[in-house]
């Protein structure tokens, strides 16, 4: 299916800034990531890297320029952890909670930060969209426990006041800007 | 591009001459720069000694390398002067740096009161041999024995010790039976955790009638504590690459994929540069070392499943489908990926193949069990004082 009838299909949403630069970037994750013979995960890995999340109608459209149902993309796209459904905030702040870390009390700095930005399940990304708060299941720092990533840093042996104040630079980070 | 494995020899001689050569004329820095000591402050240490060395007009060599199994006392710092043994400084501070560049570059003071242990040949007053702490003592290295040695992106360091020889011995001594038979003979088990002796495994695909088959390397290390692979492929990923070669050519594999879980972005970042230069040398790719031995080798990322190391699980996700395991048989050595038949290797038993065909049965069944030869590869997250990655 060509590029066109595939936006044919799709309705891209008028109101939207920027909608049609946002498909011609898409169409162009598609292209590449087939043309080299990658994997639907693949594709969506591209798109999340792009855009930040995996935003339905992104998913739709990729079900058809695939020729695949909507059911298997979103069937994929729900299936694994690292993909988001919802818009991510400008920064990550990851704690990881793997059983080193857990035992290391990772959920007391998780809470620390939730608390102090007003954060809870479900509602995981400060109004501002500054920063998403997540748990990783181990990225493989068990000594160093407990262990939270901020945007692809590592902190080591991090307390929930040293958590809450490198969170609150973020915030300030955007005051500067 | 090395054309034979005569080749690979005088580079190996030529390379082991200049980085010798090296070690002679100026002073060379190691920074532990695995994702442990990038949690402990790695990188800014690096900026330091750069600048630290800029400031004074010091030349030196400065390379990042793996985990040498002492997560608990980074960041480590190690610093080879000409003449001198290696010297291996813990838990070292921005503080630390201006100092030991004062003190051990500039005057010659070793600094016997920070430092460590020394690391290879020779002694200095005051300061232990690194391998006779209480932690590392007990340990022998087969596996691991470059990670936290060798420079993880350097191709060049890797060949000067050794590698890529068990590859060449394979392409032009041996029959793919042969490795299968000396995999076999020498009783290496795989070390995902089940223990399935890794010839026989080998031996169920090589014997389908099928012209595709797969070479994958599990690299979607998710158990509780444990970062064996992590430090592996962070360390001294050429290995790993190595013995999926030599799995490849057993089985008659042509297509090799490494499907390495996305939570750990700096080894799917050394892996990625290990293949490409690997590609440059003709190490992966047509033709092999001039024989007529082709194999590619990708990395898949993983999305964040646990279940996704499970072998059929893994298959299903390099597919693009959800990650979940389907009933065996049949087995993926029959038909696994794409239907083909596939072999799923782990990390860390792939990283043992090279040595034991350099090194042979004997020397790999001097170590372990009789019933289990070799050597394990723990990763101890709890103890802080005592030990952590341990012995591969």
């Known amino acids: 299916m060509s590029t066109e009838q595939v936006e044919q299909q799709i309705q891209v949403s008028p109101d939207r800034k920027n909608g049609q630069r946002r498909f011609f970037r898409l169409n162009e994750i598609i292209t590449e990531q087939t043309a080299a013979n990658r994997s639907l995960i693949a594709i969506l890995q591209a798109v999340q890297e792009e855009y930040r999340y995996l935003p339905e109608e992104v998913l739709t459209y990729i079900a058809t320029a695939l020729d695949l149902s909507p059911a298997t993309?979103?069937?994929v796209a729900t299936f694994f952890a690292q993909f988001s459904l919802e818009p991510k905030g400008r920064y990550l702040v990851t704690v990881c909670d793997g059983t080193a870390c857990h035992v290391k009390r990772s959920m007391a700095v998780y809470d620390a930060i939730c608390r102090k930005y007003d954060l809870r399940e479900g509602k995981l990304t400060t109004p501002d969209?500054?920063?998403t708060l997540e748990t990783v299941a181990c990225v493989g720092c068990c000594a160093l426990?407990?262990?939270?990533?901020?945007?692809?840093?590592?902190?080591?042996r991090i307390t929930r006041e040293a958590a809450v104040t490198i969170v609150d630079t973020l915030a300030n980070r955007k005051e500067e800007e | 591009m090395i054309k034979s494995s005569l080749g690979l020899d005088q580079l190996r001689n030529r390379y082991a001459d200049a980085i010798s050569c090296e070690l002679?004329?100026?002073?060379?820095?190691?920074?532990g720069a695995a994702t442990c000591g990038r949690a402990s402050g790695a990188l800014k240490l690096l900026d330091y000694i750069n600048t630290e060395l800029d400031k004074r007009g010091l030349a030196a060599n400065v390379a990042q390398v793996g985990c040498i199994g002492l997560c608990y006392a980074e960041p480590l710092v190690d610093i080879a002067k000409p003449k001198h043994p290696r010297i291996c400084y813990s838990h070292v501070t921005a503080e630390m740096i201006p100092l030991l560049i004062e003190e051990y570059l500039v005057k010659d003071n070793p600094?016997?009161?920070?430092?460590?242990?020394?690391?290879?040949?020779?002694?200095?007053?005051?300061i232990p041999d690194l391998f006779d702490l209480a932690v590392l003592k007990p340990q022998a290295k087969i596996a691991l024995r470059n990670c936290g040695h060798i420079n993880a992106e350097s191709l060049p360091e890797y060949i000067a010790r050794g590698g890529y020889q068990g590859l060449a011995k394979v392409l032009t001594t041996m029959t793919p039976e042969e490795v299968i038979d000396t995999i076999e003979s020498a009783g290496l088990r795989g070390r995902g955790?089940?223990?399935?002796?890794?010839?026989?495994?080998?031996?169920?695909?090589s014997g389908q009638p099928e012209e595709i088959k797969y070479i994958v390397c599990n690299a979607d290390e998710g158990d509780p504590g444990a970062f064996m692979n992590r430090s592996l492929l962070e360390g001294d990923p050429h290995r790993v690459l190595e013995g999926m070669l030599i799995a490849a050519y057993a089985i008659g594999a042509r297509q090799g994929y490494i499907y390495l879980r996305a939570e750990y972005p700096l080894a799917v970042r050394r892996s990625q540069r290990a293949i490409d230069d690997a590609k440059c040398e003709g190490l992966v790719g047509e033709s092999i070392l001039g024989s007529n031995f082709s194999c590619q080798i990708d990395i898949i990322e993983g999305a964040g499943a646990f279940v996704c190391g499970e072998e059929t699980?893994?298959?299903a996700a390099m597919e693009g489908r959800r990650g979940m395991p389907r009933r065996r048989p049949p087995f993926p050595a029959t038909s696994g990926l794409w239907e083909k038949p596939t072999i799923i290797n782990n990390v860390e038993t792939l990283a043992h193949v090279p040595g034991i065909i350099s090194n042979g049965i004997d020397?790999?069944?001097s170590f372990g069990t009789p019933t289990n030869p070799g050597k394990y590869h723990w990763g101890l997250p709890y103890a802080s004082s005592s030990s952590t990655s341990g012995e591969g």
């Open chain 2, 193 to 205: 955790g089940a223990g399935f002796p890794t010839g026989r495994k080998w031996r169920l695909a």
């Open chain 2, 24 to 31: 002679e004329e100026k002073p060379h820095i190691y920074v």
């Open chain 1, 129 to 131: 969209m500054l920063f």
């Open chain 2, 111 to 126: 600094r016997a009161d920070l430092a460590m242990g020394t690391v290879g040949e020779g002694k200095i007053d005051g």
């Open chain 2, 313 to 315: 699980a893994m298959i």
């Open chain 1, 73 to 75: 993309v979103f069937g």
């Open chain 2, 363 to 365: 020397w790999f069944r």
């Open chain 1, 145 to 156: 426990a407990p262990v939270m990533i901020v945007n692809g840093e590592v902190h080591a």
